[in-house]
């Protein structure tokens, strides 16, 4: 089955950037769409962006677009997020997700059913 992993958290401030990798295992991307989540303690978990492998499409979140951009690297089987120009509204936990979707608009998160563990993203000064 597959499996992903996040990495590239941390912390950085307002102004910075930050590229997160969701490294998948088990199968190739080749079929699937690659999403990231982001969630907030007591607030819906919320979908950033997805990437479908297949024909390279992509969608952005409207409170990211221009910011963040998604890509893969088809050799390692990897996903990753550049998010620039970082906010403090952008700390929040990131899930990167995966399925065998479309990527025609908003990421709706119960059509995905593969999961990372989460990774923390804190943008303070």
């Known amino acids: 089955q597959l499996q992903l992993v996040e990495s590239g958290g941390g912390l950085v401030q307002p102004g910075g950037s930050l590229r997160l990798s969701c490294a998948a295992f088990g199968s190739t991307l080749r079929y699937y769409t690659i999403a990231w989540f982001r969630q907030v303690p007591g607030k819906e978990r919320e979908g950033v962006s997805c990437?479908?492998?297949?024909?390279?499409?992509?969608y952005y979140a409207d409170s990211v677009k221009g910011r963040f951009t998604i890509s893969k690297d088809n050799a390692n089987n990897t996903v990753y997020l550049q998010m620039n120009s970082l906010k403090p509204e952008d700390t929040a936990v990131y899930y990167c997700?995966?399925?065998?979707?479309?990527?025609?608009?908003?990421?709706?998160?119960?059509?995905?059913?593969?999961w990372g563990q989460g990774i923390q993203v804190t943008v303070s000064s």
């Open positions: 990437f479908e492998i297949s024909d390279g499409s992509t």
């Open positions: 997700a995966a399925a065998e979707v479309y990527c025609l608009g908003p990421v709706v998160r119960s059509l995905y059913d593969y």
